[in-house]
């Protein structure tokens, strides 16, 4: 317990916060990683998914082809990039190592989320007339709308996690809290980077979700209130 009394003595001294070596940094490259790494794995996974679940063939192999990438340790590759010439590119070896540890998430979620489509709803859509691009915009993806926005939602908070490592080779985010921590032996600042990317990522899981709430296209399809007929029946009528 007293750790954690430590730790949140930590997290409110003010000069923690401040300086380039500050949490408020610390953060601040933390979001960049998430955010750029998850921006460039569902521009990279989501396309793939959405057209191989769309046309029925292929999905299959590539879903299992990125659940290999799974068993590969995210630090491992971190780590051989480093050491690669990309490693003098700045950032780049935690943004790359990142997306390839978000990319199966998304791929998984969103084909899944094509396939298991209403195919009684998207039959009767290609009845209608619909071209392949209509019945893929307006029938497929509001129905995996929930699902793709799932993976988007695990990949996020695996890759806040996972963002931590970036310390270990010398990059930045909140896992430099942790290992500065390791390093002086001092457990609460550890204890301290540890609640902040627990947070972090909860944080990101509740946006994630709200926007799911907000943006979900199913969710605006709702019909109108019903109608009592019989208590419409029951009025009186007055003669004239």
Known sequence: ????????????????????????????EHLYFTGVSLALACLIALPVALWLGHVGRGGALAVNLSNIGRAVPTFAVLVLLTLSPLGAEGDWPTIIALVLFAV???????????????????EAARGMGMSGGQL?????LPLAFPLI????RTAAVQVVATATLAALPGGGGLGRIITAG?????????????????????????????AERLLDPMRRRRPGPAVDH???????VREG
Request: net charge neutral; aromatic share 10%; proline share 4%.
């Open 104 to 122: 199966p998430p998304l791929l998984t979620n969103a084909y899944v989320g094509m396939r298991e489509a209403d195919r009684g709803v998207v």
């Open 1 to 28: 317990m007293g750790f954690f009394l430590d730790a949140w003595s930590w997290l409110t001294t003010a000069a923690n916060w401040q300086g380039n070596n500050g949490a408020w940094r610390r953060l601040l």
């Open 230 to 236: 019989r208590a419409a029946e029951e009025v009186p």
């Open 136 to 140: 893929l915009t307006r029938v497929e």
């Open 182 to 210: 390791f390093g002086r032996y001092n457990t609460p600042q550890v204890v301290a980077g540890a609640v902040l990317v627990a947070a972090l990522a909860l944080l990101v899981e509740a946006a994630l979700l709200a």
């Open 149 to 152: 926005v799932t993976g988007v």
